[in-house]
């Protein structure tokens, strides 16, 4: 959500930030209704304070024996309180209108966001690791791991396209992953673990941007309640409409959750295989941090998701996206994407976001400033994966395949596999 105020002291620098974003200027649109809105809050007030003044003085004339004054008086505040429900409606409805209209510009870009269109303009920042060199031709997931336990036939028939049912090591070997990554990020990097609800209310999918935007994105139910498309949603929404103490921040929470997406937006995207599923289990990362931390929050966050990486020997590469490759509520991301033999390819496993205060004003969720009772500021909210768990368990299974069609488990998962090494036909 964006300040109105900063709005309409910086049209033209607003519509200089949204052109970065490939959007065209909307201070045209907002100011008048902010003008208006305005506007008729004022004759509101004045209506009010006039009835009540006039309504004092009704009773001083009469007091005084004068009737003419004292109907004309009355006729007034009659007149007021007739035309005050209309004043109210009309401020309500332009209130609306504005409100709808902010609601669906995105984050504004930070200043070091590299200006793009699209993901081919993403600047790489780094890279880690080596590829391995295969004595065989590597195979893509979706042509190995059937014969190992991920069933693509089964999740389909009992619930369509883009869900699958892991048998025996291969779910365990998911399960390994899932409790290593939060094992990592709860014991080394300080993150509270949670266990959060995966139904939401309108109110936690508006504060944290996924509504109304992209509702098609998200799984409704008949009690209309959200399916949580990340954790992101319960972790952030759970300060929602709080005044926290400053001393409490920064807050660091992960929770290992299921995750559900329509993915209406990706038609045709990634349709064969175990990346891009209805289901799907993530270690989500959510910090609140004052706003003067929330760049270096941000840099520690990414390198929280890159040691799961690290521990796990995954070659992957960090990219910074560009203002047309962002989300909608991020003024800032780094991707990092995983190297996938099978595809010969780097594809994305984490992305890392800081939404500035654009989540914090949506949610109303501020901090009391130690030692100035009566100052307050809207928080920062980041948050990012670390990881998301199918996205790496493909990663593992095509990165550690042997020739014979086995997987290796790697060393890091060894303590969580129950003796089981190697996933074999």
Same mark, same amino acid.
């Given at each position: 959500m964006h300040d109105i105020r900063l709005i309409r002291e910086n049209r033209s620098a607003f519509d200089a930030q949204l052109a970065r974003r490939g959007l065209t200027p909307q201070a045209e649109t907002l100011l008048p209704l902010d003008e208006r809105r305005r506007a008729l809050a004022t004759e509101m007030q004045a209506?009010?304070?006039?009835?009540?003044?006039?309504? +004092?003085?009704?009773?001083?004339?009469?007091?005084?024996?004068?009737?003419?004054?004292?109907?004309?008086?009355?006729?007034?505040?009659?007149?007021?309180? *007739?035309?005050?429900?209309?004043?109210?409606?009309?401020?309500?409805?332009?209130?609306?209108?504005? +409100?709808?209209? #902010?609601?669906?510009?995105?984050?504004?870009?930070?200043?070091?966001? @590299?200006?793009?269109?699209?993901?081919?303009?993403?600047?790489?920042?780094?890279?880690?690791?080596? @590829?391995?060199?295969?004595?065989?031709?590597?195979?893509?997931?979706?042509?190995?791991?059937?014969? #190992?336990?991920?069933?693509?036939?089964?999740?389909?028939?009992?619930?369509?396209?883009?869900?699958?049912?892991?048998?025996?090591?291969?779910?365990?070997?998911?399960?390994?992953?899932?409790?290593?990554?939060?094992?990592?990020?709860?014991?080394?990097?300080?993150?509270?673990?949670?266990?959060?609800?995966?139904?939401? +209310? *309108?109110?936690?999918?508006?504060?944290?941007?996924?509504?109304?935007?992209?509702?098609?994105?998200?799984?409704?139910?008949?009690? *209309?309640?959200?399916?949580?498309?990340?954790?992101?949603?319960?972790?952030?929404?759970?300060?929602?409409?709080? #005044?926290?103490?400053?001393?409490?921040?920064?807050?660091? #929470?992960?929770?290992?959750?299921?995750?559900?997406?329509?993915?209406?937006?990706?038609?045709?995207?990634?349709?064969?295989?175990f990346i891009r599923q209805h289901q799907f289990e993530k270690c989500e990362l959510v910090s609140i941090v004052r706003p003067e931390d929330s760049e270096a929050e941000h840099q520690r966050m990414v390198r929280a998701a890159e040691t799961i990486l690290e521990r796990l020997n995954l070659p992957y590469r960090k990219l910074l996206l560009c203002t047309g490759d962002m989300g909608f509520g991020a003024r800032k991301t780094y991707d990092l994407e995983v190297w996938l033999p099978g595809q010969a390819a780097y594809r994305e496993i984490s992305s890392c976001s800081n939404t500035g205060d654009f989540q914090a004003r949506r949610m109303n969720t501020r901090y009391r400033v130690t030692g100035e009772q009566k100052r307050t500021e809207f928080v920062h909210t980041l948050n990012g994966s670390g990881l998301a768990v199918g996205r790496t368990l493909v990663a593992v299974i095509e990165n550690y395949q042997n020739a014979d069609g086995s997987v290796t488990v790697p060393d890091a998962l060894l303590p969580y596999m129950g003796g089981v090494t190697r996933l074999e036909v």
């Open positions: 209506a009010q304070a006039r009835r009540n003044d006039a309504s +004092k003085l009704i009773g001083a004339a009469m007091a005084k024996g004068d009737t003419a004054a004292a109907d004309a008086l009355k006729a007034e505040v009659a007149a007021l309180k *007739d035309r005050l429900p209309a004043l109210e409606a009309e401020e309500k409805d332009v209130a609306a209108q504005l +409100k709808a209209a #902010l609601d669906i510009i995105p984050n504004l870009a930070a200043d070091d966001v @590299p200006f793009g269109t699209g993901e081919e303009d993403n600047v790489e920042v780094s890279r880690w690791g080596t @590829p391995r060199d295969f004595d065989f031709t590597p195979r893509e997931h979706a042509d190995l791991a059937p014969a #190992l336990g991920m069933d693509f036939e089964t999740g389909a028939r009992l619930s369509g396209a883009r869900f699958t049912f892991l048998r025996g090591p291969m779910a365990r070997l998911h399960r390994a992953l899932g409790q290593f990554m939060l094992d990592i990020q709860t014991g080394e990097h300080g993150y509270t673990e949670c266990n959060p609800p995966v139904l939401v +209310k *309108d109110e936690a999918m508006y504060g944290t941007d996924k509504l109304p935007k992209f509702a098609e994105d998200s799984f409704r139910t008949t009690d *209309d309640r959200w399916l949580i498309p990340t954790s992101e949603v319960s972790l952030t929404a759970s300060v929602m409409g709080e #005044l926290l103490d400053e001393a409490t921040l920064p807050m660091r #929470l992960a929770a290992l959750t299921l995750c559900f997406r329509s993915e209406a937006g990706a038609a045709g995207r990634d349709t064969r295989g």
